[in-house]
T-cell receptor, first 116, second 113 residues
């Protein structure tokens, strides 16, 4: 079965420090991986995606993610956290539904809290 | 340009009533998705449209849920005989193709009393 795991419900980090939000996946074939951020009462905003190529993907707002095939991980990172980065972060994998259809499978989300 | 829009933003209804939730995708996007997000959970897939047809409806929880996209643009998610367990945020997303990046609307928060 295809799945995504975000092992941490919450991550706390001091402003200015580097942050990491973890994601591991299980999928057949080559994965398409995504990170989204959700602010209160807002929809999900796309941050970045990995399809193929360079294992380090750069995205919006200074975020980046590292694809590691051997560890089946796609951790989200940022060198220097901002208080405004505090939000709910979701990892997702694009999974085949058969017959050329695809759908996202999301992790349960990780709440990032950046402390001033 | 305009993003995905959803109406209403909030809907309160009574158990047993019928509700319709609307999604306007990004113009030109052929793929449209519905997800449901319960408190403290990630979004769960409900149904995927490619054009006018439902290419994958495997996520619909039961036959009380139905969705249409008659002209390949706007979609309506319909819930009959609502139950308290249907209370959630219903998210719509669209993309330019089946495996392209999905862009989400702000969601409709449904509360069934």
């Amino acid at each position: 079965a295809q799945s995504v795991a975000q092992p941490e419900d919450q991550v706390n980090v001091a402003e200015g420090n580097p942050l990491t939000v973890k994601c591991t996946y299980s999928v057949s074939g080559n994965p398409y991986l995504f990170w989204y951020v959700q602010y209160p009462n807002r929809g999900l905003q796309f941050l970045l995606k990995y399809i193929t190529g360079d294992n380090l993907v750069k995205g919006s707002y200074g975020f980046e993610a590292e694809f590691n095939k051997s560890q089946t991980s796609f951790h989200l990172k940022k060198p220097s956290a901002l208080v405004s980065d505090s939000a709910l972060y979701f990892c997702a994998v694009s999974a085949s539904g058969g017959s050329g259809t695809y759908k996202y499978i999301f992790g349960t989300g990780t709440r990032l809290k950046v402390l001033a | 340009g305009a993003g995905v829009s959803q109406t209403p933003s909030n809907k309160v209804t009574e158990k047993g009533k019928y509700v319709e939730l609307r999604c306007d995708p990004i113009s030109g996007h052929t793929a449209l998705y519905w997800y449901r997000q319960s408190l403290g959970q990630g979004p769960e897939f409900l149904i995927y449209f490619q054009g006018t047809g439902a290419a994958d409806d495997s996520g619909l929880p039961n036959d009380r849920f139905f969705a249409v996209r008659p002209e390949g643009s706007v979609s309506t998610l319909k819930i009959q005989r609502t139950e308290r367990g249907d209370s959630a945020v219903y998210l719509c997303a669209s993309s330019s193709g089946p495996q392209e990046t999905q862009y989400f609307g702000p969601g409709t928060r449904l509360l069934v009393l």
